[in-house]
């Protein structure tokens, strides 16, 4: 009978531990959850004040680009070149 109750007590000290390890993965999820947040408000504010002094460079065509091949040399076929 002995051994029943010590098979009982360490049940009950299994599922404390479960239950408290439960706990303690769901804190640290949220926990990490509320940095994620918090570190999302920092960066988009870095972001919005930068905003106004970048500026996207801008592409023009140059229209003498193309220009013929020497030696009428053609092009083939060129995707892989």
């Known amino acids: 009978m002995l051994w029943h109750k010590q098979t ?3 049940e009950c000290v299994l599922a404390t531990i479960k239950l ?3 706990w303690v993965v769901g804190g640290a999820l949220a926990a ?3 940095v994620l947040g918090v570190g999302q408000a ?4 870095k972001a919005e004040a930068q905003r106004a002094t ?3 460079p801008t592409c023009e065509v ?3 680009r193309s220009k013929p091949l020497p030696n009428g ?3 083939g076929m060129t ?3």
């Open 8 to 10: 009982i007590a360490l």
């Open 20 to 22: 408290h390890q439960k």
């Open 32 to 34: 990490s959850l509320m």
């Open 42 to 45: 920092v960066l988009q504010d």
């Open 54 to 56: 970048v500026q996207a």
């Open 62 to 64: 140059d229209p003498f």
């Open 73 to 75: 040399w053609l092009l």
């Open 79 to 81: 995707i892989g070149a």
